[in-house]
């Protein structure tokens, strides 16, 4: 057909506009175009934490917060134990007060979060299982509270390591904002 339209004298370029208009004006994207402001889907029937989905407006600004990891705790202990950075609840608070202060730097607030991903490391004081309930009792004094209701689209897996063997818990996150 590129032949075809060759042979007819029709530049290729505009051969890639006039499709690409067809393809905008053919497929509008429905509430992308009438959404102006952050939307959060909460989960059906259910009162887990999260949010099922995030979606942003077109004018949205994106702050992507790189992995974080736990301050130390104990500066008594090796810093390479995990008793430098306290259990899984207390390295997840402390990493979360880290991201809070990262946001907070750059004009957003914790309850700003669309979309985390969470790097747990099995506790070798649970036969190397990850505890998601510490994790959640630090994460739930950021996330789905009265004063901070807005929940992050979210993701948890337990990884083999982090860098430092003494680590739990590594988050990272992106935090958006209608401008």
Same mark, same amino acid.
């Given at each position: 057909m590129i032949k075809q339209w060759k042979r007819a004298g029709i530049p290729? !370029?505009?051969?890639?506009l006039a499709i690409a208009l067809l393809i905008t004006v053919s497929f509008?994207?429905?509430?992308?175009a009438q959404t102006s402001e952050i939307i959060r889907y909460p989960i059906p029937d259910s009162d887990f934490p999260i949010a099922r989905a995030v979606e942003l407006p077109a004018d949205a600004k994106l702050v992507y917060v790189s992995g974080q990891v736990p301050p130390v705790v104990n500066s008594e !202990? &090796?810093? @390479? %134990? !995990? *008793? &430098?950075?306290?259990?899984t609840k207390t390295q997840t608070i402390g990493v979360l007060e880290r991201i809070q202060s990262i946001l907070s730097d &750059?004009?957003?607030t914790i309850g700003d979060v669309v979309k985390m991903q969470v790097f747990l490391v099995g506790d070798p004081? %649970? *036969?190397? =299982?990850?505890d998601f309930a510490g994790f959640m009792e630090g994460y739930t004094q950021f996330f789905g509270t *009265? %004063?901070?209701?807005n929940l992050p689209a979210r993701s948890a897996m337990q990884v083999a390591g982090l860098v430092n063997p003494g680590w739990l818990v590594e988050i990272e !996150? =992106? &935090?958006?904002?209608? @401008?």
């Open positions: 290729l !370029v505009l051969v890639g509008p994207t429905g509430t992308q !202990v &090796a810093r @390479d %134990s !995990v *008793e &430098a950075f306290g259990d &750059a004009g957003l004081a %649970s *036969e190397d =299982i990850m *009265e %004063s901070q209701p !996150v =992106i &935090a958006a904002k209608q @401008d």
